[in-house]
Nanobody, 123 residues
Framework: QVQLVESGGGLVQAGGSLRLSCAAS????????MGWFRQAPGKEREFVAA????????YYTNSVKGRFTISRDNAKNTVYLQMNSLKPEDTAVYYC????????????????WGQGTQVTVSS
């Protein structure tokens, strides 16, 4: 498994931007598909975005398409989530996760998780 540490969360006004980072340990980062999930109070953890190992294919949940961008830097063992045009409904704890699968949207597909970083969007 890989150890993951998120950073970059905070408080931002609606319409603002944040960039989350997730630093991974280990020498096999490039062989993991990396994902971002979020969990709001009283709600289930939901898929946000992922970027595959290999070709780096990206996919997003519909509610963030056109606003969020996931990217990775394999040389730095880091995955990013650029979040623009933030909305109050984006408020949640954001988690970074890793899987050896090429594709996955369910939390059950991911075996390694970070501790989470809080994102709060005020109206």
């Amino acid at each position: 498994q890989v150890q993951l540490v998120e950073s970059g969360g905070g408080l931002v006004q609606a319409g603002g931007s944040l960039r989350l980072s997730c630093a991974a340990s280990g020498r096999t980062f490039s062989s993991y598909t990396m994902g971002w999930f979020r969990q709001a109070p009283g709600k289930e953890r939901e898929f946000v975005a992922a970027i595959s190992w290999g070709h780096g294919s990206t996919y997003y949940t519909n509610s963030v398409k056109g606003r969020f961008t996931i990217s990775r830097d394999n040389a730095k063992n880091t995955v990013y989530l650029q979040m623009n045009s933030l909305k109050p409904e984006d408020t949640a704890v954001y988690y970074c996760a890793a899987t050896s699968l090429l594709y996955g949207r369910s939390p059950d597909n991911f075996g390694s998780w970070g501790q989470g970083t809080q994102v709060t969007v005020s109206s």
